[in-house]
Every structure is written in C-alpha cells, then in structure tokens.
C-alpha cells in the first residue's frame, strides 16, 4: 500500500501513448471522487460503500498485487472508503476509454485478487452499456449471486450524466468542490477524453434497415441480434441523457420478466423486428402523467414517440378534449391525439391543430365521454448507422424523444379531481331567548345540510 500512486486530478506521470486517455480518465474521475463527497456518495453508496457524509473516500491508479500464482496483476485503480470502526469498504477499478472493450480473463483475475484480499467489489468502467439493469455487458465472467466480491459496471455515459445531476440539479455545497465537479464534466464531455457518446448501431445497421424493409431478416441472423442489442442500448443512453437534463431518474421500462431475463428481452426485440419490422421501448419518467413509448418504423423510416394520459372522469365529453388541448401550448399541429371511450379498442382521432378548432371531431357520433388519450409525434428517421453530415439514427431517436417530452409531455399535469365539497349548510338555531344564557358550545343546534385536415394515421403501437 505504501507504494500506491495517488490519483492526481490532474495527471502528471509518464503514459504510454496509447494509454494515455484511459489512464488520465482513471486519474480525474478517482481524484474528483476522493475530494467531491456528495458525487462519490452517489456513486459508491448503492455498491455498499458508506452513506456517512463524513466517510474518508482514498484513491489510487496502478496498483499492484501478486496472485495466487505469483504472478504481477494491475488493476487501473482502487478506491477504499473508511467511516468510524466500520471496516472499510474497497474495489478494485478497470477502466477502458473510446471502442475499447472489457475483457473477461482481465476481469476475473482482478475478481480473483479481491476475492483473496477480502476486498468489496470490482468496478470497470467503459463507453459499454449494461444490457440490463444489474446486467454486466461483459460475458464469461466467474462472479455469482452469492459471490462475496461483487462486480459492477458504469458507463462513461452513466457517469457523466449522474455528475451532471448531482451539480446542476441536487446542488454541491462546497463551491469549490462544485468547480471541481464541473471541470470532470468538461474533461469528460471533451472528445478527447475517451468517454464516448452512444453514436453508432453497428456495422450490420444498413443490412438489418433494409432487410426490414423487404421482409429478409432472420432471427439467427448475427447482425439481427446484435441491433437489437444496440436499440436496447440505446433506449437506455437516452434515459441517462434525459435524466440528466430534467435531474431525475429516468429509466427504461421493461416488463418483470424481460427484466429478470436480458434473453428473453432480446429474443423479444428480434422477433418484433423480423416480423413487423419495428423497434421499441419505453422510458419512465418520474411525476409525468405518462410513460414515453417509442417505436421505429424501419419500413416506413419514422420515428414515433407517445403517451397514454388519462382523461377526466367527472367532465362531460368536449370539456375533457380542452382539458388535454389547453395545456399543448408548445405542441406542433401535426401532433396526433387520439381518444378512446371505455371499451372502445380504436379511438377517434385527429390533427391537433383540428382538435383545436372543434374538440368534438374526437368525440365522434357517439357522444361517447373519452376515458383516455394517446399523444403521438412522427419525425423521419435518420438512415446512417452514425452521424456525419446528415444526423444518424441514434441522433433522429435522441432527437425526437427529447423534442416530445420537451414539447408535449413536460407540460402535461395528471388530473385531479376538485376535493368533495362540503354543501352550506341551512342552520336553525333553536330559539333560547327565554333560556338562561350559555356557553356557545352548549348550545344545542339543528343543521339541514343541503345536497347539492386531413385524417392523420392512427398509432399501431406493437403487441
């Protein structure tokens, strides 16, 4: 221990060229986590290290340790958190930058070493996404769920965007340890740094997108399953990103069992690509009167983003159309809203720009009260796997979600119901002239309360 090097914020050792950006991104990332305690609490608390504001977070780059074998193993960092007569809590750190990736042998011998030096966990870190929550993207690995060592992955993307929350959203008291939170967010969001935006589907994107198109794809298909990696991928980038532009936590939502089991989500997506040629998902945001549902149309090349809302249940039927209308200020006319009554399975529906001038045309004949509402945005979607000139794919779906939740959903409050009212009531009081007088609250009382364009398309969200 005596001859571990401290992580310096700003790294002043020797580097190999091509190691450079990953050993300065260790460096800053571990210094700023050993100075800025709100950002390593937020960090390193859900691993087990210590809640306590006052625990004392250590770091250090290129540590050394024998193994079992005798053999020079060198994890990229170690963190160690200490508070009071706790034993302290420590992980041992590996780091890629830009398109490198993890490797499983390098993980587990690192697994190994805190396995034998009775440490916490093992953290890596890399421009990777988990392929679910709790999920490490790296196969191969020897950990168990009833491993005392612990593994844990972040991405760049994660961390960037929960530095970003924790400074201009949950608010760093310290102004000098904001200032120092604020330079990792520059170092990290520079291209320089290695921490790569989520930008690029693959070199099998242009074969999937026309495959889709003509109806050629195969569930076997290499380059199928690994889109539909990808588009999980990023569903989730986009949430950390919106997440860190609203400061909540935004996440992707995926029913218990394709939750429980990442295979059966992917089998999930590439059965839904190859048959109807679609990619969706859906994003959670906290306090929003709904969930974010997008779907890609790779046949018909259109990005689609939505919500279900609620309707009123105690207006009559055009004043709960005004109810949504009235609050769509920012919303573009072509914005599709459609409205279903109860067991109606397809609603009316219509432009928002008709909606606005006759909320009717989405009650229909029927006169039907609607019991819910479906928002819906179309924008083309971008056809190169990555941007360039023209935006990509990932930028036309990052694009479009943030423009409809910023438009659209943001401005949308739930319904509530007015508070029962209490009637005024009509009180006789009992003539008590002729009785000797009394306390107020004596007196007897009787109270009688009295009651008193052209058609838009519909969504064809996939089942």
């Known amino acids: 221990m005596d001859t571990w090097q401290a992580a310096r914020l700003i790294p002043v050792s020797g580097i ?83 398109k490198d990736t993890l490797s499983a042998e390098q993980i587990n011998s690192y697994f190994d070493v ?85 930008d690029d589907m693959g070199a099998g994107w242009a074969a999937v997108r026309d495959g889709a198109r003509d109806g050629s794809l195969s569930r076997k298909s290499e380059e199928v399953i690994e889109i539909a990696q990808l588009w999980d991928q990023l569903v989730r980038f986009l949430a950390l990103k919106l997440g ?3 400061g909540d936590d935004v996440r992707q939502f995926l029913p218990r069992k394709e939750l429980n089991d990442p295979r059966l989500r992917n089998k999930n997506v590439v059965d839904q690509l190859c048959e109807v040629g679609v990619l969706s998902g859906t994003l959670r945001v906290p306090n929003t009167a709904g969930d974010i549902d997008l779907v890609v149309d790779l046949k018909a090349r259109q990005v689609a983003v939505g919500s279900e809302i609620s309707a009123p249940d105690d207006r009559g039927p055009k004043a709960r159309v005004t109810w949504l209308t009235r609050q769509l200020t920012e919303a573009h006319g072509q914005t599709v809203i459609e409205a279903y009554a109860k067991n109606q399975r397809s ?19 029927t006169g039907r009260e609607p019991i819910k509402f479906r928002i819906v945005t179309r924008t083309d979607m971008g056809m190169s796997r990555s941007s360039g000139r023209k935006p990509g794919f990932v930028q036309s779906v990052l694009h479009s979600a943030e423009h409809y939740y910023t438009t659209v959903l943001q401005n ?52």
């Open 16 to 98: 190999a060229k091509g190691a450079e950006a990953e050993q300065r991104a260790t460096s800053a990332l571990l210094a700023v986590l050993r100075v800025v305690r709100p950002f390593s609490k937020s960090l390193l608390s859900p691993l087990g290290a210590s809640k306590a504001d006052r625990a004392n977070v250590e770091s250090f780059i290129e540590v050394t340790f024998k193994n079992s074998e005798g053999k020079s193993v060198r994890p990229d960092g170690l963190i160690r958190v200490t508070f009071g007569r706790a034993d302290p809590w420590i992980a041992l750190v590996e780091v890629k930058t830009g």
């Open 114 to 198: 805190a396995a034998e030096q009775r440490f916490d966990a093992v953290i890596t870190i890399s421009n990777e996404i988990a392929p679910a929550p709790g999920v490490h993207p790296t196969a191969g690995l020897k950990v168990r769920s009833n491993s005392r060592v612990k593994v844990h992955h972040f991405s760049w993307s994660m961390i960037l965007a929960e530095a970003v929350q924790e400074k201009q959203h949950r608010g760093v008291s310290d102004p000098e340890q904001a200032w120092i939170l604020g330079e990792l967010i520059r170092y990290l969001e520079h291209d320089s740094s290695g921490a790569l935006d989520f």
């Open 244 to 246: 860190s532009d609203i």
């Open 347 to 365: 609603g009316q529906y219509a432009y928002l720009d008709a909606v606005r001038e006759d909320p009717m045309v989405l009650v229909g004949d």
């Open 412 to 463: 949308i409050t739930s319904y509530q119901p007015k508070a029962p009212q209490i009637a005024k009531p009509n009180a006789t009081f009992l003539d008590v002239r002729d009785e000797p007088a009394a306390l107020p609250d004596e007196r007897a009382i009787e109270v009688a309360v009295t009651p008193t364009v052209q058609p838009p398309t519909p969504w064809n969200w996939p089942s």
